[in-house]
């Protein structure tokens, strides 16, 4: 009896390490925002129940601190969302557009 093997192109170009890295950073792709649209994010108590990790940088929120808060909800540290938001408009976790005047 036989063994066939089925040869998936797909399955055997797939690279989890790749899938899981953000790209090259493309100085020519910057996002130009200001400190002031990322000051003007709603401050939130991080010790409230279900945030307790900043997913940016994967640091716990010290008790008193607040996080800022993107339009979609979702609370990150005031430096973190900040830099993140120089390179990426959108949600380090769901994607939705942090920043309605760009793209």
């Given at each position: 009896?036989?063994?066939?093997?089925?040869?998936?192109?797909?399955?055997?170009?797939?690279?989890?390490?790749?899938?899981?890295?953000?790209?090259?950073?493309?100085?020519?792709?910057?996002?130009?925002?200001?400190?002031?649209?990322?000051?003007?994010?709603?401050?939130?108590?991080?010790?409230?129940?279900?945030?307790?990790?900043?997913?940016?940088?994967?640091?716990?929120?010290r008790p008193g601190e607040g996080g800022k808060q993107v339009p979609?909800?979702?609370?990150?540290?005031?430096?973190?969302?900040?830099?993140?938001?120089?390179?990426?408009?959108?949600?380090?976790?769901?994607?939705?557009?942090?920043?309605?005047?760009?793209?």
């Open positions: 009896m036989a063994i066939m093997s089925i040869h998936c192109p797909i399955d055997m170009s797939f690279d989890l390490d790749d899938s899981l890295t953000l790209p090259p950073q493309d100085p020519g792709r910057r996002i130009e925002t200001s400190t002031a649209l990322v000051i003007d994010m709603p401050i939130i108590d991080a010790v409230a129940p279900g945030i307790d990790v900043c997913s940016v940088c994967m640091e716990c929120f979609c909800g979702h609370v990150y540290h005031q430096t973190c969302i900040a830099e993140w938001s120089v390179h990426h408009n959108s949600c380090p976790l769901c994607r939705c557009k942090i920043f309605q005047d760009y793209n």
